[in-house]
Nanobody, 121 residues
Framework: QVQLVEFGGGSVQPGGSLRLSCVASGTIVSINAMGWYRQAPGKQRELVATITKGGSTNYADSVKGRFTISRDNAKKMVYLQMNSLKPDDTAVYYC???????????????WGQGTQVTVSS
């Protein structure tokens, strides 16, 4: 089975920074896409940023220039550096891995349990 564990959530004042980390474990051969999504109270889950195995990135317009996604393929980890945080960034952040190949074959997509990020003065 595949497990995703997220680290690094917490509370910060507006303008502050946080770094989220996510590590994948299990019988994983390769992970094509890794990413972060978020869900604020009363809203739908939305894409924050994704990164392919080759390093191509995609960001939501609302976080461009403030957030940076990166990954370590050998460690099966994905990171999200969040700078200049705003109250609107408050949400539960979820790690996602997609187009995963397992030792037993194609595995699909998986989600972490989520980590709370709160931006407030």
């Amino acid at each position: 089975q595949v497990q995703l564990v997220e680290f690094g959530g917490g509370s910060v004042q507006p303008g502050g920074s946080l770094r989220l980390s996510c590590v994948a474990s299990g019988t994983i051969v390769s992970i094509n896409a890794m990413g972060w999504y978020r869900q604020a109270p009363g809203k739908q889950r939305e894409l924050v940023a994704t990164i392919t195995k080759g390093g191509s990135t995609n960001y939501a317009d609302s976080v461009k220039g403030r957030f940076t996604i990166s990954r370590d393929n050998a460690k099966k980890m994905v990171y999200l550096q969040m700078n200049s945080l705003k109250p609107d960034d408050t949400a539960v952040y979820y790690c996602n891995i997609d187009r995963v190949v397992l030792a037993g074959g194609y595995g699909g997509a998986y989600w972490g349990q989520g980590t709370q990020v709160t931006v407030s003065s």
